[in-house]
């Protein structure tokens, strides 16, 4: 499995970016794929996931501002980010984790840099 996220970029505060995620080889229906977000220098921190039957998670910061959807006919993973502020900026990382044939596999893309600045 490959992960290639896009869509990152310099945005004002309030504004909005969607990010993508086009994922190549076999992700599971009930695979979890999610978005996690670093800041150079701290650890990296979950944002948002998405699971089977769509159900999705959110942390607490994003609530309201944040949307995660996937396609699963596409394998793309979606986020789509409102009324953005300065403390939404970091690399944005793409992950997928599912379990075949008893095996958990985590995947990690290469992350798109999201930057919120007047």
């Known amino acids: 499995v490959q992960l290639v996220e896009s869509g990152g970029g310099l945005v004002q505060p309030g504004g909005s970016l969607r990010l993508s995620c086009s994922a190549s080889g076999s992700i599971s229906a009930f695979a979890t794929m999610g978005w996690y977000r670093q800041i150079p220098g701290k650890q990296r921190e979950y944002v948002a996931s998405?699971?089977?039957?769509?159900?999705?998670d959110y942390a607490h910061s994003v609530l309201g501002r944040f949307t995660i959807s996937r396609d699963n006919t596409e394998n793309t993973l979606y986020l789509q980010m409102n009324n953005l502020q300065p403390d939404d900026t970091g690399a944005y990382y793409c992950?997928?984790?599912?379990?075949?044939?008893?095996?958990?596999?985590?995947?990690w893309g290469q992350g798109t840099q999201v930057t919120v600045s007047s």
């Open positions: 992950n997928v984790e599912q379990v075949v044939n008893l095996v958990k596999y985590n995947y």
């Open positions: 998405i699971r089977s039957h769509d159900r999705t």
